[in-house]
């Protein structure tokens, strides 16, 4: 019996082109059809994808194959919480940092071909004041710039450093202690990126020694470097290296408190503003078919 995928697209994730007859040429010729059969749903109404991941896990459907970023990876695996459908992934989004994490082609007809012989794993999931991330949340200057990205009318790498730039002036630290019962951790930080996976995107390494399967959370404090401190601390970023301006925690959960209001983001995607976020992991929440 044929396993039944869905193939769900985000058309505008990663500035890069998707057509509904290419995308569907490209699946039916790298995907094994004597194995598969499939849908595809186009997602352009923000808010209607819920409803479709609803109906697909009451169905006899086995894995949902999100085809975009980590924003759009973020809404699919949201849905497959302890659910017995699978989530893969075909990465098209700008920085792809689960994808690269997992070890997966970037190019959409290897990544395809590559569900022919897929095997089943499990994933931990992040939570964040009761909302999940995959790869990395966090608070303060990237959530910062996810704000300032969202609003730009491209996407890709090169609008992001856009937006960094942009917002690197206004930023400073903030005072951010961190309180998981046993201990009390208070850190000065222009950001903090409270990662599952060891990557933002584009090989930039917030955590190089984190894992979605070991059962615990990376929390990484950054102080707002000096223009001259900037090439250093992009140099050992890119190689997953230590650096003085950055310090780094593991925990299962706790409190984080920040001295203000800071933006936070999920896998990229901007959310709110608070001042105190709860954080735990759901260990193996996931089901991966990658």
């Given at each position: 019996?044929?396993?039944?995928?869905?193939?769900?697209?985000?058309?505008?994730?990663?500035?890069?082109?998707k057509s509904r007859r290419g995308f569907r040429t490209l699946i039916e010729s790298n995907l094994d059809l004597n194995q598969y059969d499939y849908d595809v749903y186009w997602w352009?109404?923000?808010?209607?994808?819920?409803?479709?991941?609803?109906?697909?896990?009451?169905?006899?459907?086995?894995?949902?194959?999100?085809?975009?970023?980590d924003g759009t990876i973020n809404v699919v695996a949201r849905a497959l919480i302890n659910s017995d459908k699978f989530l893969s992934i075909v990465p098209m989004g700008s920085g792809?940092?689960?994808?690269?994490?997992?070890?997966?082609?970037?190019?959409?007809?290897?990544?395809?071909?590559?569900?022919?012989?897929?095997?089943?794993?499990?994933?931990?999931?992040?939570?964040?004041?009761?909302?999940?991330?995959?790869?990395?949340?966090?608070?303060?200057?990237?959530?910062?710039?996810?704000?300032?990205?969202?609003?730009?009318?491209?996407?890709?790498?090169?609008?992001?450093?856009?937006?960094?730039?942009?917002?690197?002036?206004?930023?400073?630290?903030?005072?951010?202690?961190?309180d998981n019962d046993d201990e009390v951790w208070k850190k000065q930080a222009f950001m903090l990126s409270i990662a599952n996976g060891t990557q933002w995107g584009n090989d930039f390494?917030?955590?190089?020694?984190?894992?979605?399967?070991?059962?615990?959370?990376?929390?990484?404090?950054?102080?707002?470097?000096?223009?001259?401190?900037?090439?250093?601390?992009?140099?050992?970023?890119?190689?997953?290296?230590?650096?003085?301006?950055?310090?780094?925690?593991?925990?299962?959960?706790?409190?984080?408190?920040?001295?203000?209001?800071?933006?936070?983001?999920?896998?990229?995607?901007?959310?709110?503003?608070?001042?105190?976020?709860?954080?735990?992991?759901?260990?193996?929440?996931?089901?991966?078919?990658?």
């Amino acid at each position: 019996m044929k396993k039944k995928l869905l193939f769900v697209i985000n058309p505008i994730s990663g500035g890069k082109s998707k057509s509904r007859r290419g995308f569907r040429t490209l699946i039916e010729s790298n995907l094994d059809l004597n194995q598969y059969d499939y849908d595809v749903y186009w997602w352009e109404q923000v808010n209607a994808l819920p409803d479709e991941l609803e109906r697909f896990k009451q169905s006899d459907g086995y894995a949902v194959v999100a085809v975009g970023g980590d924003g759009t990876i973020n809404v699919v695996a949201r849905a497959l919480i302890n659910s017995d459908k699978f989530l893969s992934i075909v990465p098209m989004g700008s920085g792809n940092g689960l994808a690269r994490e997992l070890n997966l082609s970037l190019k959409p007809e290897e990544s395809i071909r590559a569900l022919n012989t897929a095997k089943e794993q499990r994933m931990d999931v992040g939570m964040a004041n009761g909302r999940s991330f995959v790869n990395v949340a966090g608070c303060g200057f990237d959530a910062q710039v996810s704000f300032a990205f969202a609003q730009l009318p491209g996407r890709g790498f090169w609008s992001y450093v856009k937006a960094v730039m942009s917002e690197f002036k206004s930023a400073y630290n903030y005072t951010i202690e961190v309180d998981n019962d046993d201990e009390v951790w208070k850190k000065q930080a222009f950001m903090l990126s409270i990662a599952n996976g060891t990557q933002w995107g584009n090989d930039f390494f917030v955590a190089p020694d984190a894992s979605y399967t070991d059962g615990a959370l990376d929390l990484v404090f950054l102080k707002k470097p000096k223009l001259h401190q900037i090439p250093g601390l992009v140099r050992s970023l890119y190689r997953g290296k230590t650096h003085r301006l950055l310090s780094r925690i593991r925990i299962k959960s706790g409190q984080i408190r920040v001295n203000a209001l800071v933006p936070t983001h999920y896998d990229g995607e901007p959310h709110n503003y608070v001042e105190t976020i709860d954080i735990e992991l759901l260990p193996g929440a996931v089901k991966l078919w990658i």
